[in-house]
Nanobody, 117 residues
Framework: QVRLVESGGGLVQPGGSLRLSCAAS????????MSWYRQAPGKERELVAL????????NYADSVKGRFTISRDNAKNTLYLQMNSLKPEDTAVYYC??????????WGQGTQVTVSS
């Protein structure tokens, strides 16, 4: 059974940092492309960052470039998102997503990030 469990969200002041984690199980993590999405109230879910399965290449939404870093630890089956210089507009529920070689797609349950003074 595939499971993706996000953690690390919370309340942080503008300019602060958080590191999100996504613990994966039930599939071969190293063979999955992984990504972080977010959804703010009243808005559509949007891609924040992705990291590929083979070479670990990364890509970021323009709004987070230079502030967020996606990484993966294949030995720990864990995906990370380091978020620095957080802004109020980063407030959202953050989800991790796994794209498997079988073309199946799985989502975590999400973790809330709130940036507010």
């Amino acid at each position: 059974q595939v499971r993706l469990v996000e953690s690390g969200g919370g309340l942080v002041q503008p300019g602060g940092s958080l590191r999100l984690s996504c613990a994966a199980s039930g599939f071969t993590f190293s063979r999955a492309s992984m990504s972080w999405y977010r959804q703010a109230p009243g808005k559509e879910r949007e891609l924040v960052a992705l990291i590929t399965r083979t070479f670990g290449s990364t890509n970021y939404a323009d709004s987070v470039k230079g502030r967020f870093t996606i990484s993966r630890d294949n030995a720990k089956n864990t995906l990370y998102l380091q978020m620095n210089s957080l802004k109020p507009e980063d407030t959202a529920v953050y989800y991790c997503k796994a794209d498997l070689l079988s073309l199946n797609v799985y989502w975590g349950q999400g973790t809330q990030v709130t940036v507010s003074s």
